[in-house]
């Protein structure tokens, strides 16, 4: 089966980086990512990553090690609008099927 | 581009009924998907169907089922609904089906109390 790990939940400075971790254990690994969820809102993607490395896009980064099952979200110069619940998702295949399996989420509460 | 409808937004049902709930795509997406999330366990897939056809199914009982139509809206069926079935229901739309890019376009959700 998967398993996802990542902080319940996260206290950063406005102005200020914070990096979000997660880990995972999965077979048939294909993809993960990173959805960011407001409060009573629907979840929004942020980015994908499929191969190791960095992939930046404006302030948010997320980075993928697959031979560590290892990734971060990095959120540069927060904002108080970054306060949100952020989703790590890996998408795995067996048997021919595609399963997308979801982290249970880091709050993030970014204050003045 | 419209988003993701889905409706009901909020309903109330008793132990034991039954419930559907609807799902609009994105015009031109032909992957539906649907999840449950709850606060102890998180979002956990229940399945998603593309060109009306169940692609890929999360471990839930059989009491969930799902269908997809000609015009891509898709509904889910909760039969027998039990207490712990209470949570919010969320679909997504993805122009592709399964593993190619990951990006998917979530509804808003529709949140069932089961009493």
């Known amino acids: 089966g998967q398993n996802i790990d990542q902080p319940t939940e996260m206290t950063a400075t406005e102005g200020a980086i914070v990096q979000i971790n997660c880990t995972y254990q999965t077979s048939g690994f294909n993809g993960l990512f990173w959805y960011q969820q407001h409060a009573g809102e629907a979840p929004t993607f942020l980015s994908y990553n499929v191969l190791d490395g960095l992939e930046e896009k404006g302030r948010f980064s997320s980075f993928l090690s697959r031979s560590k099952g290892y990734s971060y979200l990095l959120l540069k110069e927060l904002q108080m609008k970054d306060s949100a619940s952020y989703l790590c998702?890996?998408?795995?295949?067996?048997?021919?099927?595609?399963?997308?399996?979801f982290g249970r989420g880091t709050s993030l509460i970014v204050h003045p | 581009k419209a988003g993701v409808t889905q409706t009901p937004r909020y309903l109330i049902k008793t132990r034991g009924q039954q419930v559907t709930l609807s799902c609009s795509p994105i015009s031109g997406h032909r992957s539906v998907s649907w999840y449950q999330q709850t606060p102890g366990q998180g979002l956990q897939f229940l399945f998603e169907?593309?060109?009306?056809?169940?692609?890929n199914k999360g471990n839930f009982p059989g009491r969930f089922s799902g269908r997809q139509f000609s015009n891509s809206r898709s509904e889910m069926n909760v039969s027998t609904l039990e207490l712990g079935d209470s949570a919010l229901y969320l679909c997504?739309?993805?122009?592709?089906?399964?593993?190619?890019?990951?990006?998917?376009?979530f509804g808003e959700g529709s949140r069932l109390t089961v009493l």
């Open positions: 169907y593309f060109s009306e056809t169940q692609r």
């Open positions: 997504a739309s993805s122009p592709k089906t399964g593993r190619v890019t990951g990006e998917l376009f």
């Open positions: 998702a890996v998408g795995s295949t067996s048997g021919g099927s595609y399963i997308p399996t």
